[in-house]
């Protein structure tokens, strides 16, 4: 693997139109404004930059993958309602615009904001460790992100068990109510399989790919028909350029040859 400069809490590394970020912030991974508004400006990259397709986030050592909002910063005057960055909380959360996959690789405990870190991406691959919990409750504060997230994927009841009580949720049973994609059996594990994920989709149709992300996302706000509208008529930025692209004519002329589509992204 080759090599990516790296920041003093994030460690970048590229590779095959994959970027992987890993967040290195001992001892919990916890996220500041500063360590927040640093994720923001390198996921901005990786959206902007058109050779990277996909992208990979886990975290640096072995008992937290995220401990969420860094309550010691906060103490010492990082406000809760400070600047976050382009992205939001971690980066990703608000990020506008991102039209390209995100793989979240999970291990040890994802609390609060890391859980939430983690809910911002497309897919979730986690170890056997993971523990999954909201103790915001605990700390008479609100798990914002989690509160509008939890209950439309998964059901309604379980999502506010968790909300309200900020019990610990293991990997298994994330994995039964359809938070997580797999479990597997240690971090290595976890990250060869979001690589190997990743290459496949760095592999795949980017314009498509793009269409489906900003579809998904337009749509949890739109009534089922409003939403059909909007993309049957191209209304939609990224669906428009898709259906107007060599890489639409590309897909139907693969398939009558009987060839592997080659995908320009144009």
């Given amino acids: 693997m080759t090599g990516e400069p790296e920041t003093e809490v994030l460690h970048l590394h590229r590779e095959d139109g994959v970027l992987e970020v890993t967040l290195d912030r001992p001892p919990a991974n916890a996220i500041d404004l500063a360590t927040s508004r640093t994720m923001g400006e390198v996921f901005a990259g990786f959206r902007d930059d058109p050779e990277l397709r996909v992208a990979i986030v886990r975290t640096a050592g072995d008992k937290f993958f995220c401990a969420g909002w860094d309550l010691k910063a906060a103490a010492g005057g990082d406000a809760v309602d400070g600047d976050y960055g382009v992205g939001g909380f971690g980066g990703l959360q608000e990020l506008p615009d991102l039209n390209k996959p995100v793989i979240a690789a999970v291990h040890g405990m994802a609390v609060g904001g890391g859980f939430e870190l983690a809910l911002s991406c497309d897919l979730i691959y986690a170890s056997t460790t993971t523990t999954f919990g909201l103790p915001e409750i ?60 990743a290459r496949t989709l760095a592999a795949g149709p980017p314009l498509v790919f793009a269409a489906i992300k900003e579809t998904a996302r337009v749509a949890e706000t739109l009534g089922f028909q409003d939403a059909m509208d909007l993309v049957t008529h191209s209304r939609l930025p990224t669906v428009a350029a898709l259906y107007s692209s060599e890489d639409q004519l590309e897909g139907a002329r693969a398939f009558a040859e009987k060839r592997p589509p080659v995908w320009k992204g144009r």
């Avoid at 504060?141 to 949720?169: C, I, N, S």
Wanted: proline share 5%; aromatic share 6%; no cysteine.
């Fill in 138 to 197: 605990n700390a008479g504060t609100l798990a914002d992100a989690a509160t509008l997230k939890l209950p439309r994927r998964m059901p309604y009841h379980v999502a506010m068990e968790l909300l309200l009580t900020g019990r610990w949720m293991p990997a298994d049973e994330a994995a039964r109510w359809g938070l997580v994609n797999e479990v597997l059996a240690d971090d290595e594990a976890v990250r060869t399989k979001a690589w190997e994920v």
